[in-house]
């Protein structure tokens, strides 16, 4: 609970005649029982002027507040009342106006920078905080920042309660049991066999029999899910200035997770010669040196993925006739900060993702998610023939108040959430074990989380616009495909082993792959894909 806590001083144009004086106790009795409470239900959750002072031509009320009607919201209202009246009854104006000694009291221990604008201390004890704030004049009243600051303390008081869980778990459908082909680990295998080499942590090249097959793969989803549902291919840029990121929110929700990218700090070569001098004589490249050739970090490479579609329609009115659209995007790689998570192609620092986009009217965007949804189920049930589940994963910034305990009975997926796809990894052991699966891919109504901001608009103005995306993760389901069903096409489904062509040969050399049984895995695995069609 956050309640309020200030002196709110209202300077005069001349000091408070005496009859003015003797009427400020009615006129406090007026704002406390009428205007303070306008909007809160709750007293509670009201504003409420405790005391007061005057002295020469200020007048100043002690207030204190709940969480509707905030002490600044308060301090607005005090003074719209009494300008009116004290210019008619007592020809005296109000010059200006300032909160002194704000404070912001909280019932629960938060952790807050101290560097954000307009607090001045914090008092943190095991079950409050309070945030003193500086004094704060009419300027600042009247901006959002007060709000904004606000909401902070909003979503952190929700994290709190959410108990540091990213998104909550609910299972929504799952496909029969499979039984399993295959039961060693695939990511072991191919870098055994050398079809990838590590290039650096999490990321990968990938040669050339791997990159034919992950190819098909991907032009299967998109001939069989995609192509059908009428999405066509866009080319969305890779890596995406700040300013975007602090409107789909990514810059608040994951920075821990995000690589930045810089600027040189100048376009002339003579500006390097420092540097140059350096890496020619040290054949090395210290980073804490570079850094001085640098400006500051600019950009995010490519994050989520569909950040450019929301911009694309930045403060756009979309005609009626035009929604819905729906987009994909393949160009290119996303990254992705995972510190000590790093396995294989499971969990990487550079991936490749299909991003699908679609934006339009709520039903149009729920219809398409739906559309989507079976064209997802045919494909990982009888194109790809995997064990599969999917859960409903409300994800925090979904939360509202309250709704964090009480669990519903039913879930209506018809709104805005995410439902994340899953796949059964065997080599990581039973199926019951929650951790032997994998998050393969995900879909998402997002309603007008990004439609707002980036105020995208409905040309008829009582429709609201909604978006939605889903990640087809092609590093992921490739190898849930592996662990499922190995590298003997016979164990393959139809429909794959059709498809999918013979891939070129593996890269063999004198000393590549780096093992004995890497080789001898390798000889028996090219024999098996013998078995696929020649292109
Ligand atoms: P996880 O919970 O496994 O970390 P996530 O919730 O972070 O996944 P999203 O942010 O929803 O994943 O990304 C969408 C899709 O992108 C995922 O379903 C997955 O297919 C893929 N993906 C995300 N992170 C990685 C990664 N580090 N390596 C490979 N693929 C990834
Ligand atoms: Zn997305
Ligand atoms: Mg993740």
């Known amino acids: ?82 300008a009116p009246l004290l210019g008619k009854d007592y020809r005296i104006g109000i010059r200006t106006i300032k909160i002194r000694n704000p404070e912001i009291l909280i019932d629960q221990k938060l952790r ?6 307009l607090i001045r201390e914090i008092i943190v004890t095991d079950n409050s905080t309070i945030i003193k704030l500086n004094d704060l004049d009419e300027s600042i009243i009247k901006r959002p920042i007060i709000d904004r600051l606000l909401k902070l303390i909003e979503t952190k008081e929700k994290k709190a309660k959410w108990g540091g869980k990213v998104e909550h778990w609910r299972l929504i459908k799952r496909s029969k049991e499979k039984e399993p082909k295959f039961f060693e680990d695939p990511n072991e295998i191919i870098e055994k066999i050398g079809w990838i080499k590590r290039f650096a942590p999490g990321q990968w090249l990938y040669t050339p029999p791997i990159t034919h097959l992950i190819r098909r793969f991907e032009q299967l989803f998109i001939n069989i899910v995609l192509k059908p549902l009428g999405f066509v291919e866009v080319i969305f840029p890779k890596i995406v200035p700040l300013r975007i990121g602090v409107k789909t929110g990514h810059l608040k929700g994951t920075p821990h997770q995000m690589m ?21 004589v040290t054949e090395e490249a210290p980073p804490e040196e570079l ?51 790093l396995r294989g192609l499971e969990r990487l620092v550079e991936f490749h993702r299909i991003e699908i986009t679609w934006i339009g009217e709520p039903d149009q ?53 995410t439902i994340d796809f899953e796949a059964w990894l065997p080599y990581k052991g039973p199926k019951e074990d929650h951790h032997t699966w994998l998050e393969i891919g995900n879909i998402s109504i997002h309603g007008a989380k990004y439609a707002e901001p980036f105020r995208i608009k409905h040309q008829l103005r009582d429709k609201i616009i909604w978006t939605g995306c889903s990640g087809f993760g092609v590093e992921r389901w490739f190898i849930a495909f592996l662990a499922q069903k190995g590298f003997d096409p016979d164990n393959w489904p139809k429909i794959v082993r059709e498809r999918i062509t013979r891939p070129p040969l593996s890269v063999q050399l004198v000393t590549y ?6 080789k001898e895995i390798l000889d028996e695995i090219e024999k098996l894909l013998d078995k696929l069609p020649v292109e």
Request: proline fraction near 6%; glycine fraction near 4%.
């Open 1 to 82: 609970m956050i309640k309020f806590r200030g002196i709110a001083e209202y300077v005069m144009s001349s000091p408070l005649p005496a009859a003015l004086k003797e009427n400020i106790p009615h006129i406090i009795d007026k704002l406390n029982s009428d205007i303070l409470r306008k909007g809160a239900k709750n007293p509670q959750d009201a504003a409420k002027i405790v005391a007061y002072k005057i002295k020469d031509n200020i007048l100043e009320f002690t207030i204190e507040s709940g969480a509707v009607v905030r002490l600044h919201h308060a301090t607005l209202r005090i003074k719209n009342f009494l």
């Open 112 to 117: 807050f920078s101290t560097s954000l604008p």
């Open 260 to 280: 930045f990218a810089s600027q040189p700090l100048s376009y002339n070569i003579e500006d390097f010669d420092e540097w140059i001098d350096l890496v020619s």
């Open 291 to 341: 850094k001085r050739f640098l400006k500051d970090p600019s950009y995010f490479l490519c994050f989520a993925q569909c950040e450019p579609f929301y911009w694309f329609f930045e403060g756009e009115i979309i005609d009626r006739e035009k929604l819905p659209m729906r987009w994909y995007d393949k160009s290119g790689p996303s990254f992705r900060w995972e510190s000590g998570g």
């Open 365 to 417: 965007v729920i219809e398409i998610r739906n559309q989507l949804l079976e064209r997802y189920e045919y494909f990982m049930d009888k194109v790809l023939d995997l064990e599969w589940r999917w859960a409903w994963v409300t994800p925090f910034y979904l939360v509202h108040a309250g709704e964090i305990e009480e669990e519903e009975a039913e879930i209506d997926i018809n709104r805005p959430g």
């Open 513 to 518: 792959p780096h093992t004995k049984e890497g």
